[in-house]
């Protein structure tokens, strides 16, 4: 379906074009219709699909068609769960905006809270927020949602994983507006938390489902490769990483001190990298992913915190040096690359210490994969077998022994049977001496 065909503002249209963007994806072409009529959305779709436009284009459209409700409330407000994911989702707005009156601010942990301040002083239209945030400057009066029209929650399972349920609470009461619209994406909806806060926020919602967040990036080529050792792993890496042409490249790790390690490494082999953890300040970290972004660098190395929100078509390759803990996880990561229609590749690293994770996402993703061996660098490791069950012995009881029961006499149960202690070979327990016999043994009391 081609954007022309919805019906938008031709200045949306306009920008569109600008972009480059003609062909609308499938959860484009099934939530923008919903969402355009002003109807609550519910909908889930995988990673890469293009979500972001699917509720930015109508949001505008609704801004540019209808008179705001407040003069001084913001209009929209978007909700995403991380920093990076924020930056990403208001880069997108802004060049939206690029040609309109319309303004749009960012809001997000780790920046200067009086700068942000100034900044709702000035009654912005759209604020993309993280929820944690935004909730502290309503505490403050710094912002009303009174007059909101449309509430946006992107990411919505990841926002209850890093424990925002709360904020997200405290933030649709405050935006109480009766004609408020919410749109809510989410990974899955196969969630108890999610569905039980998703009834809270919507109000008789359409539901838009693209397949499942767990189905299988068909721009996307899986690599799977076992290794013997952590040396072993990174001769693997070398060799892929050395041995095949790369535009760009993630590689995720499961332990800051190793963003810092495999980048120092992958440097001495000649390759552009940096290092991108939670041990940076907000700041840094915005650096480094601007000058990924721009292709300053070939190979990033980072923690989960690149997982979501970016969207860089430029990354041909994403390495899992160490799989994830949660299955859900590796579908974001391996997500990072195959991105605007592009192809992608995707190695994962299989040690001994990550055999377990490696199961569980293949059980997460119902599939197996197939290990792939590179020659000269065969491993030894096979995998792990799992535990066999402890068997239970049960005491055999001949059929001899059965019927000499049954003819045995049984015991009468009249009478107590006492022991003979010395026969019995102890002797018999004795009660303390009292302390007085009688009382006339006591003596006079004079």
């Known amino acids: 379906m081609l954007f022309e065909e919805f019906g938008f503002d031709n200045r949306i249209l306009k920008s569109i074009g600008h972009l480059g963007f003609e062909e609308a994806t499938e959860i484009q072409a099934r939530a923008i219709p919903e969402a355009m009529v002003g109807r609550d959305l519910l909908a889930s779709s995988k990673t890469g699909s293009g979500k972001t436009l699917a509720y930015l284009l109508p949001a505008l459209h609704r801004v540019y068609k209808t ?17 990076e994911l924020a930056k990403q989702v208001f880069g997108q707005l802004r060049l939206l905006l690029a040609s309109s009156r319309f303004t749009s601010i960012l809001i997000q942990g780790g920046e200067n809270f009086n700068d942000q301040h100034k900044l709702l002083q000035k009654d912005p239209h759209f604020i993309v927020a993280t929820p944690g945030r935004l909730v502290d400057h309503l505490k403050q009066r710094n912002v009303f949602l009174e007059g909101l029209e449309l509430l946006i929650l992107d990411e919505a399972d990841r926002m209850l994983d890093l424990g925002f349920a709360e904020a997200m609470r405290a933030i649709n009461a405050a935006a109480n507006h009766r004609q408020r619209q919410t749109l809510f994406f989410s990974a899955t909806l196969d969630n108890t938390e999610v569905s039980d806060i998703a009834n809270e926020l919507l109000r008789e919602p359409s539901r838009v489902a693209v397949g499942q967040g767990f189905d299988e990036h068909k721009d996307i080529e899986q690599h799977v490769f076992l290794c013997d050792h952590l040396d072993h792993k990174e001769a693997l890496l070398k060799h892929l990483l050395l041995g095949q042409t790369i535009k760009q490249a993630i590689l995720f790790t499961a332990t800051k001190n190793d963003t810092v390690r495999l980048s120092e490494i992958i440097a001495d082999w000649g390759l552009t990298t ?9 700041s840094a970290r915005n650096k480094v992913m601007e ?10 190395v980072s923690t989960d915190v690149a997982s979501r929100g970016l969207d860089i078509a430029n990354v041909s390759h994403v390495f899992n040096f160490d799989l994830p803990k949660q299955a859900e996880e590796f579908v974001h990561r391996t997500g990072r ?36 061996v590179i020659e000269g660098l065969e491993p030894k490791f096979k995998g792990l077998t799992p535990p066999k069950p402890a068997r239970v012995v049960k005491n055999k009881v001949s059929k001899e022994t059965v019927k000499q029961a049954k003819k045995a006499p049984r015991k009468t149960t009249g009478k107590a049977q006492f022991h003979d202690n010395q026969q019995d070979g102890f002797e018999a327990f004795k009660l303390p001496p009292r302390r007085f016999e009688k009382k006339d043994d006591m003596g006079d009391e004079d």
């Open 337 to 372: 690359t195959g991105r605007a229609g592009f192809k992608g590749d995707a190695y994962s690293l299989v040690g001994p210490k990550d055999w377990l994770n490696f199961k569980a996402i293949e059980t997460f993703l119902q599939k197996t994969f197939a290990p792939e």
């Open 274 to 282: 940096q290092a991108l953890n939670g041990n940076l300040s907000q």
């Open 291 to 300: 000058s990924f972004a721009k292709d300053q660098f070939t190979v990033l």
């Open 67 to 83: 008179r705001a409700l407040s003069k001084r409330d913001p209009r929209v407000v978007v909700l995403v769960p991380t920093r």
